[in-house]
T-cell receptor, first 113, second 114 residues
């Protein structure tokens, strides 16, 4: 089983649609969780952290279910500018007090006019 | 001002050559990283340094040697380049090695080995 699994998509949605991405992780010792966004030929950038109680940032809502080792991202009222690849990222202990980010392969979103 | 910068942005070279990629961050962060993103877009950690000390060294060939002259710089030297080394290499930094810290990525270096 891959450490972080995501549906690769692509998700092609019309403007204004609501779209949800799912992610599962295999290491139960994982401590923190993030969604990063990567535009074509650009570097990944943090979109939002994911907290156990769930959290919202404008049109974006992230949820975490530690028992099921499952993370989700919901985007409401999609904009053209939301078109990107969304990376599910999990921070896992790597020993000696260090942690490392493990990235999913990403889910590609295309928002269509 | 660029927070995490890498040079060069593009690197095209022949198999067998030795090349270096430089990374600098002006965020005052303690921890820096090198990642490799291959043709399948899979982003994977290679190395991490905290205050110039190597803390993560994933299973990469020993042809790859990171060097951190100070905590604002983390360079990557690659010996005897192979076709499979072609990828985008991202440098990143974070305030500390704490698990909650956000990592900030550089723009990437696109390496093509011919």
């Amino acid at each position: 089983r891959k450490e972080v699994e995501q549906d690769p998509g692509p998700f092609n949605v019309p403007e204004g649609a609501t779209v949800a991405f799912n992610c599962t992780y295999s290491n139960s010792a994982s401590q923190s969780f993030f969604w990063y966004r990567q535009d074509c030929r650009k570097e990944p950038k943090l979109l939002m952290s994911v907290y156990s109680s769930g959290n919202e940032d404008g049109r974006f809502t992230a949820q975490l279910n530690r028992a099921s080792q499952y993370i989700s991202l919901l985007i409401r009222d999609s904009k053209l500018s939301d078109s990107a690849t969304y990376l599910c990222v999990v921070n896992t202990p790597s020993g000696a007090g260090s942690y490392q980010l493990t990235f999913g392969k990403g889910t590609k979103l295309s928002v269509i006019p | 001002d660029t927070a995490v910068s890498q040079t060069p942005k593009y690197l095209v070279t022949q198999m067998g050559n030795d090349k270096s990629i430089k990374c600098e961050q002006n965020l005052g962060h303690d921890t820096m990283y090198w990642y490799k993103q291959d043709s399948k877009k899979f982003l994977k950690i290679m190395f991490s340094y905290n205050n110039k000390e190597l803390i993560i060294n994933e299973t990469v060939p020993n042809r790859f040697s990171p060097k951190s002259p100070d905590k604002a710089h983390l360079n990557l030297h690659i010996n005897s380049l192979e076709l499979g080394d072609s990828a985008v290499y991202f440098c990143a930094s974070s305030r500390s090695r704490d698990f909650q810290e956000t990592q900030y990525f550089g723009p990437g270096t696109r390496l093509l080995v011919l």
